[in-house]
Every structure is written in C-alpha cells, then in structure tokens.
T-cell receptor
Framework: SAVISQKPSRDICQRGTSLTIQCQVDSQVTMMFWYRQQPGQSLTLIATANQGSEATYESGFVIDKFPISRPNLTFSTLTVSNMSPEDSSIYLC???????????FGNGTRLTVT | AQSVSQHNHHVILSEAASLELGCNYSYGGTVNLFWYVQYPGQHLQLLLKYFSGDPLVKGIKGFEAEFIKSKFSFNLRKPSVQWSDTAEYFCAVTPLNDYKLSFGAGTTVTVRA
C-alpha cells in the first residue's frame, strides 16, 4: 500500500499568515485528497487534488482560502491562507491507488493559529 | 449526501473484555464500508473493509465487522481487547463507484490494563 509523507508535522502560526503543507506519496496514485479534522470532530473532505488541473472543492471550502496544487501523480500541496484561529486543526493528505480501493493517510499536520 | 453515525463517543473497558462499536449510515444505494483506526501519535490505518460478498468481514488484529444491509449498519467487534487496542476508531462509507468517503465522528476506545 502507498506510504504518504506529510510535512510539516505540526506548526504554530500567527493570524493572517499562510502555511503550505506538502504531501509526498511513494508511488503513483490516481487520486489525492485533503481532509480536515477539527478538535473533537470527524474528518471533513476539503477537496480532491487533480493532477494538472484545478482542485475540486467541497461545499464550504474555496480555492482562495485553500489553494491546492498537484503537479504530478505523487505530490500535492495544500495552502491555508490568511489564517485565523478557526483554522486550527489537523490537516490530512490521503491517496487512493485505484477506484474503490481504500484510502491511505499521511500522519497529518497539526496546525495551531494564534 | 450520505451520513455516518457512530453511537459511542468514548468507550472504556478492561483487557479481555469484548468490544462492539456501532456504526450506521444513511444511504439507500450500494455502499463500500470501512473501519479505520488511529493509534496515539500515528496516522489513520485501514482496519477492515467491505465491498461485497460475505457480510462478516475480518480485519487485522482480530477485529471483525458485520454488514447488516436491512439495518444500514456496519458494527465493529473484537472478542477480547488488549491494552494496545487503545485508539480512535472511525467508520467510513462511500457509495459504490464514488470516491468521496464520509466519516463518522469517531469513537475513542480506552483499554485499561
């Protein structure tokens, strides 16, 4: 199964700044996703990272706030822009090798915004 | 959109006790079902999955889950837990041929030695 590496693993950021999270998969995968896990809540899908084109965002998430890149089949970035304390959360990268195969997850990035 | 309900927020039990975690989903069509586990400080890992066939599926570490279509349920079980089973458990559902996974809120399981 795919091994997913995320960095940074954690960060403390000031309000108004931006943070880019990197996600590297050790094999080519068809689909990559970004999830958010807020304190005490379940995982919420932010967007699907599409290779070579704009990401597909879920309701409540917009490109200006969470720009995503996916330049190839093994790498993606998520930027959390103009951060506020409400953005404090764990951000998770995930990937799926083929359609209907299980999702694999990275270790997540624990973001605290002060 | 489908939703996933996990009945217990936090379960505390002793070693060797039996564990059952409830999961119900709301979706009328064919689904794929998953249980993920997150051990302290580690990433989410797949525990088991159901795509089709025998509704009783066995996963890693002695876990099993039973899909009951009429009840829209996919409960997770383990006959005898160990201290190392302390973790957070997430049920997840996706409609057949869809790529979007919907997760339950998670159940924290604490096993006391």
């Amino acid at each position: 199964s795919a091994v997913i590496s995320q960095k940074p693993s954690r960060d403390i950021c000031q309000r108004g700044t931006s943070l880019t999270i990197q996600c590297q998969v050790d094999s080519q995968v068809t689909m990559m996703f970004w999830y958010r896990q807020q304190p005490g809540q379940s995982l919420t899908l932010i967007a699907t990272a599409n290779q070579g084109s704009e990401a597909t965002y879920e309701s409540g998430f917009v490109i200006d706030k969470f720009p995503i890149s996916r330049p190839n089949l093994t790498f993606s970035t998520l930027t959390v822009s103009n951060m506020s304390p409400e953005d404090s959360s764990i951000y998770l990268c995930s990937a799926r090798e083929v359609s209907n195969s299980p999702l694999h997850f990275g270790n997540g990035t624990r973001l605290t915004v002060t | 959109a489908q939703s996933v309900s996990q009945h217990n927020h936090h379960v505390i039990l002793s070693e060797a006790a039996s564990l059952e975690l409830g999961c119900n989903y709301s979706y009328g069509g064919t689904v794929n079902l998953f249980w993920y586990v997150q051990y302290p400080g580690q990433h989410l890992q797949l525990l088991l999955k159901y795509f089709s066939g025998d509704p009783l599926v066995k996963g890693i570490k002695g876990f099993e889950a039973e899909f009951i279509k009429s009840k829209f349920s996919f409960n997770l079980r383990k006959p005898s837990v160990q201290w190392s089973d302390t973790a957070e458990y997430f049920c997840a559902v996706t409609p057949l041929n869809d790529y979007k996974l919907s997760f339950g809120a998670g159940t924290t399981v604490t096993v006391r030695a």
